[in-house]
């Protein structure tokens, strides 16, 4: 029977391709529309990795060079090729070897857990792959769109499975979930006070989903979160009130500015701008992001006004809100739950496992570690949240870390 690409390049993969089904791999390349294929795939699969995850493609780059310096150009399989000289260089990776090449790497990535590098306190970063294998123990499929959202009656609709349309009236504005699934306000002419309701939209352990409010602000809300927020804004402000971790896109109105509420005592102010707040109970500090425009940050007796680039990170001290800004933000590392990956920076296992818990559903039970301040393995990395628990798990485990599920609870020991 006639053998497809993906067979030589599972056998490539796999270290048994013979010396014979290489020769057929070449002269398989020599085919116009193979190489086209090749080209759509890497383009492709490259171009969305890279948007996905900001330090991937520097990664990238270097697996390239490592593919590239596996396949000869004398066509032999097993042997390294020394490629020192310059020019001989650039004419391979101005070859369809190359292309083909590169084509390797998207397998290849495609084919295995997206790794993480980690640093044992050291500052030596190894570089861990771990390779997606079936599990013997039940595997768990990671969070996707999921929320509720709750009107101003305490009526609810499960958002993940209710239908594109309108989903309700809440006085005179519709419901409306959009075909990407996003939800969005529509204002039906003018609104009385009496009609100013109260929407809650809630995301479980596992979920994340986008919202559009009246206003025409966009929200972004990781898993484990919320926000409440009229039908409609009317007065001088435009105000809201979060849980959680959710990420906002405000529409530009100086006249009446947004204000995000956390508790009694923390506020958010901003005219028009981007931002991210990371509020969760759990975590020792409450973060708020700025991107672009500007945001004044109340906190107890203090505001702190904030430009690109800045973080704002506040923390209880006697009962008192202490801000403190933090400049150069790495705001890839920030976003990186918007755009599908975690991304950590010598990270404790404690803040890592947090993240894992919030995606994936799981409770976490640590044990024979002294205590949460104890020094452990710290993280530094990227890895895709499409990625099954497993894979993830696989990942971790090359630093000394062990892990035991039981149903929807993880063990973790050193």
């Given amino acids: 029977m ?3 690409l993906e067979f030589y390049i599972d056998r490539y993969l796999s270290g048994t391709i013979s010396a014979t089904e290489w020769r057929e791999l070449q002269e398989l390349m020599k085919d116009p529309a193979t190489q086209r294929q090749l080209n759509q795939l890497m383009d492709r699969q490259l171009a969305e990795r890279a948007a996905a995850n900001p330090s991937y493609p520097e990664v990238v780059n270097r697996v390239k060079a490592a593919v590239a310096n596996e396949i000869s150009s004398t066509g032999d399989p097993g042997m390294l090729a020394s490629m020192t000289n310059d020019k001989k260089r650039r004419s391979f990776l101005n070859s369809h070897w190359f292309r083909y090449a590169a084509a390797i790497l998207v397998v290849m990535i495609l084919s295995v857990t997206y790794y993480l590098l980690f640093d044992n306190g050291k500052q030596n970063a190894i570089q861990q792959t771990a390779i997606v294998q079936q599990e013997e123990i039940t595997d768990i499929a990671p969070g996707g769109e999921k929320a509720l959202l709750t009107l101003s009656d305490g009526t609810t609709i499960v958002l993940d499975s209710a239908s594109n349309g309108m989903l309700a009236s809440q006085g005179s504005t519709q419901v409306v979930k959009l075909a990407n699934g996003s939800i969005v306000y529509h204002a039906q002419g003018t609104t009385k006070s009496s009609e100013i309701l109260t929407n809650t939209m809630s995301t479980p352990r596992g979920g ?24 409609v804004f009317t007065g001088d402000t435009r105000q809201v009130s979060i849980k959680g971790e959710v990420y906002f896109e405000v529409v530009k109105n100086p006249r009446i500015p947004f204000v995000v509420t956390l508790d009694h005592s923390r506020r958010i102010e901003v005219t028009g701008t981007s931002f991210n707040i990371n509020a969760y109970p759990d975590e020792p500090q409450c973060k708020t992001t700025l991107l672009e425009g500007v945001v004044k940050v109340h906190a107890g007796g203090s505001v702190k006004q904030l430009i690109p680039g800045q973080q704002a990170q506040t923390v209880m001290s006697d009962m008192q809100s202490v801000v403190t800004v933090t400049d150069h933000v790495n705001l890839e590392q920030v976003m990186a739950w918007k755009n599908g990956a975690f991304s950590f920076k010598n990270a404790g296992i404690y803040e890592v496992m947090r993240q894992v818990s919030r995606w994936y559903d799981l409770d976490i039970e640590y044990r024979g570690f002294t205590s949460k301040t104890a020094e452990g393995p710290h993280f530094s ?4 949240m499409d990625l099954n628990l497993s894979a993830i798990l696989r990942v971790l485990e090359k630093s000394q870390v062990r892990f035991r599920l039981e149903e929807k609870k993880l063990i973790v020991m050193p």
């Fill in 2 to 4: 006639d053998k497809t």
């Fill in 208 to 231: 994340k989903y986008h919202l559009i409010l009246p206003d025409g602000t966009g929200v972004w809300l990781n898993a484990a979160s919320s926000i409440t927020y009229p039908t």
């Fill in 381 to 384: 990395g990227d890895i895709g």
